[in-house]
């Protein structure tokens, strides 16, 4: 189910004004919006009762759009080839970040989680707006991740842009490493 004209039109609009977006990525939905916009990424850690703390991971279709966000040149030849491995897909990897980026987005840590999608809907979103997206599981701190819109309605009532697709039910949540220690912080 990819999302129409009309749909993209009305995301664009959205994810410019500071909304909440919900979207599916490969195991659940993900709430998200601008990662430049220090007041929708409030909103999100807010509605999911998120610790700032925590951070969020930054969610793109290509490796251009994260950028801005990732110091590439920190990593060596072979931690950038074990990242490389594994993208586009639902791995999540902790990386350097430039220092500019919002401690909202790092949890005030000098490193960001981020992904390189292979789901076409984010992938689209992505490209859409021309820039990575924040990803945290669309639930409720404590509360089971959001796999259809019906539970998102739920969870969140009508406080968060829609966009429908598929999750696959039976996948897990992305694997989470460290790309300089090699560390894994989510299996």
Not at 13 to 41: K, M, Q
Not at 51 to 59: A, N, R, T
Not at 67 to 95: C, H, K
Not at 124 to 141: F, I, R
Request: proline share 8%.
């Amino acid at each position: 189910m990819t999302p129409s004209p009309a749909e993209l039109t009305a995301f664009k609009t959205a994810f410019a004004s500071g909304a909440i977006i919900a979207y599916p990525t490969e195991a659940v939905f993900g709430l998200g919006c601008d990662p430049d916009n220090d007041t929708a990424l409030t909103n999100v850690l807010n509605i999911k009762t998120r610790p700032q703390d925590k951070g969020v991971i930054l969610i793109a279709s290509q490796l251009d759009q994260l950028r801005d966000y990732v110091d590439f040149s920190a990593l060596t030849t072979e931690q950038w080839a074990n990242v490389a491995a594994s993208w586009p897909g639902p791995f999540t990897w902790i990386m350097p970040k430039h220092p500019q980026v919002s401690d909202l987005l790092s949890g005030g840590r000098t490193t960001l989680a981020v992904r390189l999608s292979a789901h076409p809907t984010v992938r689209l979103l992505c490209d859409t707006v021309g820039k990575p997206m924040v990803s945290t599981s669309a639930n409720p701190s404590g509360m089971e991740p959001a796999r259809d819109i019906q539970q998102i309605a739920t969870y969140f009532g009508d406080s968060v842009f829609v966009i429908d697709g598929p999750v696959d039910h039976t996948a897990q949540p992305s694997k989470i490493q460290d790309a300089v220690s090699g560390a894994v912080l989510r299996g």
